[in-house]
């Protein structure tokens, strides 16, 4: 196990002994400072260092989220991290699907009944059920150098790929622009007790059995359990081709239905921002 040393604690022997049983040679890296930690991982992977890996970056100085959005911070204010590992799966089609639910049903299941809903806005940015941005995912790929030696998940018959999952998840009220187009929330809105810590220390387990059951499996198995953390369900929506229409969930590859005028329309991952008109939902279940 590799850990850098932190002023915050971060129970990185208690991750590790979680993980290493599902992800043999699997290490975790605690970093003050770190350009990227998706970046740092990448550059590995290129070199043919494709282990399974955790790194969490306390700050990031050129961190980047989906469509190259930067996401900066200051220690304690946000979780970040990459997980990294070589996948392959029996198909690649909702793994972000996955990544987001996952994380959203851990973080519920800690948060008070009382408290805001955390759910899913697809792909996998985590919303609060009051329509507030809490964080988000960037899914990479990396081709892998001849000759490296790493353990490899999933059922699939093509080419592995080394897979990294860098995640943001506002810990802390965020000093962020007031004119953004989705308001951002924090975990302390949720529950004030929630640290950078104590999220990843409730997360990291779920995520990687969630991970190589999707490898295993593909979202088919995922696509229920989506559903009731879709926040986009039954909504109104338009997409960035100025088209809107209302959401009716995931099928079984992940792909989003709308009902618009036209008819049925597919949304591929990737294709379009899509972002509700309003946010009109159902009291949370008791």
């Given amino acids: 196990m590799a850990v850098t040393a932190s002023p915050t604690h971060w129970s990185a022997e208690d991750l590790w002994l979680d993980i290493v049983p599902k992800l043999p040679g699997f290490t975790v890296e605690v970093l003050p400072e770190i350009d990227s930690s998706n970046t740092e991982l990448m550059r590995r992977a290129r070199a043919g260092q494709a282990e399974p890996v955790l790194l969490v970056a306390e700050s990031q100085t050129a961190g980047r989220g989906r469509q190259g959005k930067a996401w900066l911070n200051q220690p304690g204010d946000c979780l970040m991290y990459s997980l990294g590992l070589v996948l392959n799966p029996l198909d690649w089609s909702g793994l972000s699907l996955v990544v987001g639910l996952s994380i959203a049903e851990s973080l519920q299941a800690q948060s008070p009944a ?12 985590l919303w609060l059920h009051d329509g507030r941005k809490l964080g988000g995912t960037l899914i990479e790929t990396a081709n892998l150098p001849p000759d490296t030696h790493a353990p490899c998940f999933g059922a699939g018959h093509g080419t592995p790929r080394f ?21 951002a929330a924090c975990l302390q809105d949720v529950d004030a007790r929630w640290t950078a810590p104590h999220a990843l220390r409730q997360l990291l387990p779920r995520l990687v059995d969630d991970v190589l059951l999707f490898a295993a499996q593909g979202f088919a198995s995922f696509q229920t359990r989506f559903a009731a953390c879709d926040v986009l369900r039954g909504q109104r929506v338009h997409l960035s081709d100025g088209s809107s229409g209302e959401a009716l969930g995931v099928l079984a590859d992940g792909t989003l239905q709308l009902r618009t005028d036209a008819g049925l329309r597919s949304v591929i991952s990737g294709d379009v921002s899509v972002r509700p008109i309003h946010m009109a939902l159902p009291p949370a279940a008791v």
Avoid at 163 to 183: E, F
């Fill in 163 to 183: 897979v990294i999952i860098g995640t943001g998840i506002n810990v802390r009220p965020p000093h962020v622009p007031q004119a953004l187009h989705t308001p």
């Fill in 114 to 125: 009382t408290a805001p809903r955390i759910g899913v806005k697809w792909p996998n940015d």
